[in-house]
């Protein structure tokens, strides 16, 4: 796959002095879900906005589509749609003349059918004639979504698409990506939800302190850096970890009552059985063991944290 | 030149005069008749006539370019600035429309407003006093030049503002004084001589001569010192627009 969107040593240093980013290089491939991480304040909505042209960058360029972003803005800009992460509306508009006006920003004639199908998608064509102001919040999210779909773009930002919604339009959305996906649309999103990228995310990007700290493929990331972890609830407290476990990398939590064993599923010897029979030896006895996969959320934590 | 996005916005523009009709049309009307009572009839029947014009028929064209200015003036800042408080330029900023594209759709829409309702008080204004319009042309000159005038400097203002204090600060403290002391309702000769120099350093003043003698003929100014200022004013909003997409001033940070 070809990227559509090229990056090169982009810094932004706003007039107060605050560089929201240090020379960010980045390729977003065509057709993919790319998943932008990060805590607040990392420059993941400057990063997206300097690219659909909100921002203007201080050094660096960026290509969309093989266009300049700056040179060539128009070029560039007919290819993107943006869902922003406040949700900006004219609340006296009526829905349907807000979703038209968008595409007429994009210089394109007006195209009723497409317009309905696009609000129809979105549960929105009941409400086609109401004001803006008399959405909720949920409707206005979706409305958002659909005005950056009116003039066909083929590259979608979602900036914290999911912020504040409930679960039920959270699902709507993932359902939305996939379908766009499905579509050949490319969808960069931004999010603190790690659960969202792991659910969407082809790739995921980890964005701090105006800095890309790591780009990986999602699958490859977990597989990269899952630790497994083994908890065994004892039947009895132990005070402290007996000599012959001591070669295990091995913590005691819950007052003595679990041990809990990590290890690298990567390996060729997850060491499992030979700890087993050294509990057995030395007599310790449990009720219930359970294993689970370090998340994406731990992993970008472990990240995050590591920078600093 | 993206044609669609000029007619979408203007569009958009022109669609909020018309779900405010009453105080954008309405109320202008409303105010110049107010105006044609206390000033035509009321203190008019004392001031017989202003340089063989009976005074009614006088402060026509003052009227029109008060009207012409300040609704200019409020109509582009407001449009400007609305979308800037909403959130909603991001669309605008985002867009494949360079900022010239943006300039004409706003600017447009805020002088047509004020141009229809120049021409209802026009109307108005015949039904009170007679009328003669001696240079037609020249007064279409002036009307057009001063209503995009007033929009782009209008637009500037919008664009200036932070808070809706200061959208207000430029049209009410200073432009309607301005307006006021420019000759809307006396001819500047009326004046004391040292006010009459002073009267001059008044930009609106070039304005109001140069429109008042395309309807009479009469000047306080000469006609080419009131189109040459009037076209260094509208010279002067254009570099400064041209300096805020420049720098991308409280657009683009």
Same mark, same amino acid.
């Given at each position: 796959m070809s990227s559509i969107i090229s990056v090169r040593d982009l810094t932004k240093t706003y007039d107060? *002095?605050?560089?929201?980013?240090?020379s960010v290089s980045l390729d977003i491939k065509e057709g993919e879900v790319f998943a932008l991480l990060g805590p607040n304040g990392a420059g993941k909505t400057t990063l997206i906005s300097t690219i659909c042209g909100l921002v203007r960058p201080t050094s660096g360029t960026i290509t969309v589509g093989g266009h300049d972003a700056i040179k060539e803005f128009r070029a560039a800009r007919q290819l993107i749609g943006l869902v922003p992460q406040e949700m900006p509306t004219a609340p006296f508009e009526p829905v349907l003349n807000t979703v038209q006006f968008t595409r007429g920003l994009f210089g394109l004639p007006a195209n009723p059918a497409l317009i309905e199908s696009i609000l129809k998608d979105l549960t929105l064509w009941d409400k086609r004639?109401?004001?803006?102001?008399?959405?909720?919040g949920g409707m206005k999210r979706r409305l958002l979504v659909a005005k950056a779909l009116a003039h066909e773009p083929k590259i979608l930002f979602l900036?914290?698409?999911?912020? *504040?919604?409930d679960v039920e339009l959270r699902h709507d959305m993932w359902r939305l990506v996939d379908k766009l996906k499905e579509r050949g649309v490319t969808i960069i999103l931004t999010t603190h939800y790690i659960e969202e990228a792991e659910e969407m995310a082809d790739r995921v990007g980890v964005i701090n302190k105006g800095e890309i700290i790591l780009v990986e493929e999602k699958a490859e990331l977990m597989r990269k850096l899952g630790r497994k972890e083994l908890k065994l609830v004892l039947q009895e407290v132990l005070s402290r970890i007996p000599d012959n476990l001591s070669g295990f990398d091995l913590v005691l939590c819950a007052e003595g009552k679990t041990l809990t064993y990590t290890y690298d599923t990567q390996s060729e010897r997850t060491g499992i059985t030979s700890l087993l029979t050294a509990l057995s030896d030395a007599d310790i006895r449990f009720h219930d063991l359970q294993t689970t996969q370090s998340s994406l959320e731990d992993i970008f934590v472990d990240l995050v944290k590591g920078q600093q | 030149m993206n044609f669609h996005a000029i007619k979408s916005i203007y569009f958009f523009e022109m669609a909020r005069t018309r779900r405010t009709l009453m105080q954008s049309i309405v109320s202008p009307v409303l105010s110049t008749t107010l105006y044609f009572v206390v000033f035509g009839a009321a203190i008019g029947s004392r001031i017989s006539e202003v340089d063989g014009v009976s005074y009614g028929a006088f402060i026509v064209p003052g009227l029109i370019m008060l009207s012409l200015m300040t609704q200019s003036l409020s109509n582009a800042s407001f449009g400007i600035y609305f979308p800037r408080f909403t959130g909603t330029i991001y669309e605008i900023l985002s867009a494949p429309v360079s900022f010239l594209e943006v300039t004409i759709a706003f600017v447009g829409a805020a002088a047509t407003k004020s141009a229809l309702v120049g021409v209802i008080i026009l109307i108005t204004a015949n039904f009170f006093v007679p009328l003669e319009i001696q240079h037609p042309v020249w007064m279409i000159v002036f009307f057009v030049l001063t209503s995009v005038t007033f929009a782009l400097l209008g637009f500037i203002i919008g664009i200036w503002a932070d808070n809706f204090e200061k959208l207000q600060f430029v049209p009410l403290l200073i432009v309607t004084p301005l307006a006021f002391l420019g000759g809307s309702f006396y001819s500047?000769?009326?004046?004391?001589e040292i006010w009459q120099k002073v009267t001059l350093?008044?930009?609106v003043v070039y304005l109001i001569s140069g429109f008042r003698w395309s309807f009479y003929g009469q000047a306080d100014v000469s006609l080419a010192l009131s189109l040459g200022m009037t076209m260094l004013f509208l010279l002067a909003s254009i570099l400064v627009i041209h300096r805020i997409f420049k720098t991308g001033y409280k657009l683009k940070p």
């Open positions: 107060s *002095g605050f560089s929201a980013l240090k004639d109401n004001q803006i102001m008399s959405l909720s900036d914290e698409p999911t912020a *504040g919604v | 500047i000769t009326m004046l004391p350093l008044n930009p």
